[in-house]
């Protein structure tokens, strides 16, 4: 009876061993994390429509909710017309502050979106629950699926159709 006990400590002390030395390779296999790119983040692309809230802290004057024209242009007052539409939130941001470093000294401004209404979809088909649907951040096919409910019963997933709007304004499908 000893002796068995003594070869199944023997077993497991060899085993131990042999899976330490799998996880040292395993280990090694890792690639260097210089190698690796960098993740880019997406980011909000302001448009036609959107409603910001801008907020200047202590400064109430130039702090607004301010609704983005078809034109794209925000006019502000002593700061001028700023061209928003197409632009990230960190951009404009950007612009904002620059133009308020000279009224203020180190302007701290804040902008977020109160309301998307420029950047849309349309989910059409055998989904559970079609429309359109506002994005505030960009989504892959699978999400903005899950999004619309998911697929229906009588649903065929192998011809799923995507149409995406190009460069120059025209909708192109790919499947």
Known sequence: MNKAILWFFVFVFFMGCTSAFQQQDILQE??????????KLSEYIIGPGDILQIQVWRQADFSSSVKVPSTG??????????MVSDVSLSEFRNIYTQRLDKYIVDPQV????ASSVSNKIYILG???????????EPKTISE???LAGGFT?????????????GADGANKPSV
């Open 30 to 39: 890792v690639p260097d994390p210089a190698s690796v790119p960098p993740i």
């Open 73 to 82: 242009v925000i006019t502000f007052p002593l700061i001028g017309d700023i």
């Open 110 to 113: 804040s902008i977020q979106v």
């Open 126 to 136: 055998e989904v559970r629950k079609p429309g359109i649907y506002g994005l505030e």
């Open 144 to 146: 903005a699926i899950i």
């Open 153 to 165: 019963y009588n649903a065929n997933t192998y011809q799923v159709v995507l149409i995406r709007k």
